[in-house]
Every structure is written in C-alpha cells, then in structure tokens.
C-alpha cells in the first residue's frame, strides 16, 4: 500500500502542513481535495485537516485493547441490556469503557432541544416518504460508496446481510421516533453502540485476506468517510424531497438536518466536519459524496441482496420490477446501470410521469391527474408497503461490537 499509515500520519501530525502534503502525495487514493472550510460546520473553526487522516483516536484505542483483552464478549452481554438513553450503564463494564461511554453518551453542547422536538414533528408527518428513502434511496446509495460497500461486505455482519440490515435501519428508525433522544428514547444508546462497533472494525478489518486485497486504504471508516455516509442519509433523503416537490416548513428543515447533525457527533465524527446549514452540507457532499461514487462487485452484490429484502417482504406490490424502477427513479441511470439494474420500460416511464403529480395530489396541492383513481392507490399503498418492510427489519435488535471479520 502506498498510503500513509494511520500511525505515521499520526506521527507526522498535529501540524496541518504535514499532513497536507501527505494527502497531496496521494491524489489516486485520497479522493478530491479536501477544501471545505471548519468555518461552516457546527464547530465554526477547526484546523481544516482533510478528514481522510483522522479516525476516531479516543474510541479506536480503547476497542482495540477490549478486543485484545478478551473483554469484549462480557461487554456485549452486559450492553445487551442497555436500551434506552437515560438508563444508567450496567455495571461491571470495564472502568476505561465506561469513562469513554459516559462521555460519549452526552448531547452536544450546542444540541437544541427545541428543535429536536420540532424534528420529531417533522418525522411523524413525513414518516411514509423518510422511510422509502432512508430504505432505498440512501440504502441502495450505500452500495455505491465503494469503501463502505466493501467494509460492510468483508465485516463480520456481512456473513448476515439481512441481520445487519436490521441493524442499520434501527438507527433510521430510532432518529425517526417520537422519543429519538429523549430518556425513553433509544438513539444516544444507538449512536454511541454504533460508534464502538466502528472503532472495532478499524482494528479488525486491515487484519481480513480478502479487504486487503480490494481495500485502497489501510484502515477503514475515516472521519472522510463517516461524512460520505451522513450524506447518503440526510442531505440524500432532502434532496429528494426537494424534488418531489413536497413542502417542508424552514423551521422543520432546520430541525431535520439538526438531529442528524446531533447523530454525526455521537457517531465520533469532530464538530469541525459537521455542516452547519444545508448549504454547507450540499457543498461538502458535492466534494466527498459525488466524486466517490462508483460501481463494485461487492456494491453490485449488497444491491441484489436489497432489492430481493423487498420481494421477499411482499411479492404483489414490491415486486422486482417496480423496485428496480423505483431505484433508477430515485438515484438515476448511471447509478442503476452500475448496480445492473435492467430498464423496466413500463414502470421507468409511469413512475417518470406520474409521481410528482401523485405527491401533489397526496400534499393537497393538486386536485387530481390522469389515472389518479387507480394510481393514487398504488403509490400509496407502495410507500405504505416500503415503509413496513424497511420498519420490520428494524425489530428490537441489539447492535454488538464484532469480533472477527466476515470468515468469507
Ligand atoms: C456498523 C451506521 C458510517 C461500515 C454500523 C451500524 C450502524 C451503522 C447502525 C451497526 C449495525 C451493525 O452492527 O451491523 C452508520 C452511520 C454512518 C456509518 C449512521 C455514518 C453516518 C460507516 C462507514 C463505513 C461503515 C463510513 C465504512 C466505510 C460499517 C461496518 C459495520 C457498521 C463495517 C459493522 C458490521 C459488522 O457487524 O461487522 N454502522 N455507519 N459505517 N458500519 Fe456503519
């Protein structure tokens, strides 16, 4: 590998020039220049270090030596029962574990909680549409991240797609709730689970035959990297509302984009990388989303296994066909022809036609359309079906540190 070792990169760091000109001298493999400044992120300053070098020190340490401990098998049994955000941690966590998870379990400073309130309301009226795209747009978005694509693969959840699934969509769905990060709610214990489970794939991936051999990195999920994600989620999901033309309230935008900048920080990811208006959040996605996208096999395979989650759920309105178009509709033809979806020549140009005026109609905005009597009812009984396959794969589930890799 010719990249700059985390440890070297370390080593080298602290001081913003060195570690510029290491990430100059890998242009192939250090994605687009990293140019957005700290200035508009939450943080409102920051020492503008390309996020492609920093990971998570604090958590990735600590996982590490659990892991090499042999600890971790007693701490998922005991996180077993850690559920909800205001629930104190069991006891007998390692005395190292708990200092971090106490620290990491707090809100941001600047977390609003009048406007997590405001985003709770945004997410029960928009629940139908959020759901589809968190399930589809941004799930079958993922597949085309090559870096998360083959990360997922060759992990030890990728040895269980549909089990790891459920997973990944109980964040959607613990974001979305009513009590996301009240006491009662779970989505702190979520974040901070999620973000140990990250630490501990960055020790245990670079050790997988099968990831090195395809893995342009050395160690996986940068703060870079954790920024690409975020954006296949929220700043994704808005943009296709946005394009649906479905009307949000500025407040209820705001408060959106808020709980997701809240879930960024509990996820590990700096404040100086998190984007502090949509603005900010498309510019940074223009530069770290966009240029990264790009077919491969394992990204190819995921996609397949998605589509057929759907099927598998109902086979008379989530049929093959339809989610295939439905995927084409909402990421585009380059993407589909990557992910080798077939034109569906029918449903490509009904869903083309008819469902910006069936999200008209659907918002009040519009009377009626042609066909409306028999579309209108498809459609929705489309997102009512999409909503409760993505839903059931997010059954109570416990999300645990990994301790090897996908054996595969
Ligand atoms: C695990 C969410 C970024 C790779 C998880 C889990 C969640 C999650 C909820 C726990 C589910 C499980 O254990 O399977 C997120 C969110 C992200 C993000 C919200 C960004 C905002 C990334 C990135 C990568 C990645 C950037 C790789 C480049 C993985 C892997 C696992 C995982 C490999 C573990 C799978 C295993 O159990 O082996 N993530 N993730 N994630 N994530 Fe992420």
Redesign the pocket.
Known sequence: MDEPSRRNVLVAGGTLGAVGALGAATPAHAGSLWTWSPRGSVAGSGRGVDPRWVWDEEADALVASLLDRGEVPGVNALLRTWTKNGQPLPAGLPADLRDFMERARRLPEWADRGRLATAVEFNEKRGLYLGVLYGFASGMMSTVIP??AR??YY????ADMKD?IS??A??GYDIGSRKAYDPDGEMIV?CVK?RL??AA?RHL?PKSPYWAKVADEEI??SQR??M???HS?PTTVMKSLTAWKVPIPAAESAAFLHSWQV??HL?GTKDEYIPASWDEADAQAEQVLKPVLAPTPEGVKLADILLNLGVAFDGTILTKPVLRAFTRFLLGDEIAEWLRIPVEPFWDRLLDVAWGPFVAVREGLLATFPRADDLYWLFDEFLRTMVLAYLSEAKPIS??I?QTNNPH
Not at 155 to 158: E, H, M, R, T, V
């Open positions: 870096r998360e990360a997922v992990s030890q959840g990728g790891r997973k990944t109980k964040l979520t999620t489970v990250h794939v991936l996986p999920i990297d954790l690409v994600t975020w989620l879930a960024a996820l999300i645990e990994p």
